[in-house]
């Protein structure tokens, strides 16, 4: 094997988790150099798909500890620390836009705390944070709660913006100390509030862009369903938030970032029930040797 | 009758039935899968590992030694007894499925 197709091997390899690419890498290069041609330079197109292939899935397995159920947990957990960048990020984006008092900035930075703690992994913190944030927007919508019983709307950003995933985190960190996360995903919700609010502070245009963006991650999670199944229900946990919203303003009759209508939360749904199905199902599979 | 697993892939099954001769290392059993399944059955590396890694977390192949040759290293890989009978039960159940359909075909051809 000559140097050239030897480095963008290796460069295919980073694909595989760091403690299985440590034990394995020069084993696999051996049986890549055995396979190639002499004057080969570049990776073959079948064999680079397999080695993106079982490192992906090998990821999403090493994650969920080798079985479905133990992907479907992770999954959920992924979908709840979506949930808490999603709040984090909607609070620092409100504040920027002046939007805010001090209490909600107080909220926004207990959102971005708790996804700080997210990240790190563990249990306590986690806990203790995510169920700080979610106490600190009860008590904020309070008044509107007690006052306006009958605004499902606040009930619903309250139950499933804020309680849902510090319910969730706890529930998943009584099963076992939660792994961390990367930081790189607070960009999924911040991108459509960088893209909108960058181009123009427009509640029409953030609620499309958002729209936009949760379509084509919808899509992104069901092409990977074959390889990771996580990312489908994640994006199914995280859509929680918005159905309900919308179910909301349609029953309420009140516009909520779209006119009130039966059909958005209706599509939503479809999509996130479609995805959670097709995720559990999907790692019975994956697990499957 | 009844299965104690779900089938195997066919990748799987192939490699698994390409250690029943003895410990071979990556390269080979890319070469005796693809011997024993008549050229159907073309492993890339990323497939063969992929699936040995879970065979080993399954107890169904184990490491049997390396070596270092021309600078590289070679792990050779053996099926367990668990192993054994795993990919004996997926020959039957295999066996079993065709020899339902061959039958089936005998009896429409016996009617043509």
Partial sequence: MNSDLERRYRWLLRIYPDAYRADHEDEIMSTLAEVSREDQRWPSGREARALLAAGIR?????????????????GLHLGSVLLVAGNAVGAVFAAYAGNSDRWHVALGLAWVFAFATLVRGGW?????????????????????LVAQPAQWFAWAQVAA??????????????????????????????????????????????TSTLFAVLVVVSGIALLALPLDPR???????????????????????????VEPSWTWPSVWALICVTLATSG?????RVARI | M????PALREPT?????SLLDGPLHGYGVIKQAELLSDGRVRLAAGTL????????????????????????ERRYYALTDAGHAVLAEEAQRLAASSQAVLLRLDAVRGMA
Avoid at chain 1, 58 to 74: E, M, N, Y
Avoid at chain 1, 124 to 144: E, F, G, R, T
Avoid at chain 1, 163 to 191: E, T
Wanted: aromatic share 6%; glycine share 8%; charged share 15%.
């Fill in chain 1, 280 to 284: 559990v199902r999907a790692s019975r």
């Fill in chain 2, 13 to 17: 099954y192939f490699i698994l039935a």
């Fill in chain 2, 49 to 72: 590992y992929g699936a040995l890694d879970r065979l080993m977390a399954d107890g169904l192949v184990e490491e049997r030694g390396r070596e270092v040759v021309e600078g590289r």
């Fill in chain 1, 161 to 206: 913006g804020a309680l849902l995933p510090a319910v969730l985190i706890a529930v998943l960190a009584h099963r076992r100390p939660l792994p961390g996360r990367s930081p790189l995903l607070l960009l999924v919700p911040a991108v459509p509030y960088a893209l909108a609010m960058g181009i123009v502070v427009s509640p029409f245009f953030l």
């Fill in chain 1, 124 to 144: 306590i913190l986690p806990v203790a944070a995510a169920a700080a944030a979610a106490a600190l927007a009860v008590w904020l919508s309070y008044d509107a």
């Fill in chain 1, 58 to 74: 090998l990821r999403a397995l090493t994650a969920g500890g080798g079985s479905p159920t133990g992907l479907v947990v992770d």
């Fill in chain 1, 231 to 257: 990312p489908a229900i994640a994006v199914a946990v995280f859509l929680v938030p918005t159905i309900s919203l919308l179910i909301a303003g349609a029953a309420q009759n009140v516009a909520l970032w």
């Fill in chain 2, 2 to 5: 009844a299965l104690s697993r």
